[in-house]
């Protein structure tokens, strides 16, 4: 009886310990996305006021390094469901259709990681058109649409 119980509480630490695993990576996540959406509205600044893009290279190159780590941060128990949706603390609106689909969103994020080294390349020489954010921008929300509960 005590080694069911001790095996029981195992289980349960196990549990917790995954669940708290799976907050601290939507927590990245959430901030590593959060990142990118402020740099991609900086960018957006920069370009409509035809300032020079060349101050926002190392942004980019950060949100190319985030992309690049992003499908390390979407293990199974960190997705909807089990984790419930929202966006308070402890909630997630990435989708289990990422589990379901890894290929896809790998193919989504190697697109990402294309759009970001083009944008890179653009504000390297202090050029970054509208059709080129545009672009990047709906290459962005093009795994929103599969991946992310709205």
Partial sequence: ?????????????LGMAGAA????VVADRRAGLRGMGQ???AVAATVQSRGDTR????????????????????PTASLTPP???????????????????????????????????????AAEAGS???DLLRSTGGTCGACH????AR
């Fill in 1 to 13: 009886m005590r080694g069911w119980m001790m095996a029981a509480g195992a289980v349960a630490v």
């Fill in 21 to 24: 695993v799976a907050q601290d």
């Fill in 39 to 41: 740099t991609m509205e």
């Fill in 55 to 74: 101050a926002l290279v190392p942004r980019i190159e950060a949100m190319s390094a985030f992309v690049q780590t992003l499908p390390n941060l979407v």
């Fill in 83 to 121: 984790q419930p949706q929202g966006t308070q603390p402890g909630q997630t609106r990435a989708l289990a259709a990422i589990d379901a689909d890894r290929a896809g969103f790998q193919t989504r994020t190697d697109a990402m990681l294309t759009a970001l080294a083009s944008l890179k390349t």
């Fill in 128 to 130: 970054i058109s509208p």
């Fill in 145 to 148: 649409q599969q991946f992310r």
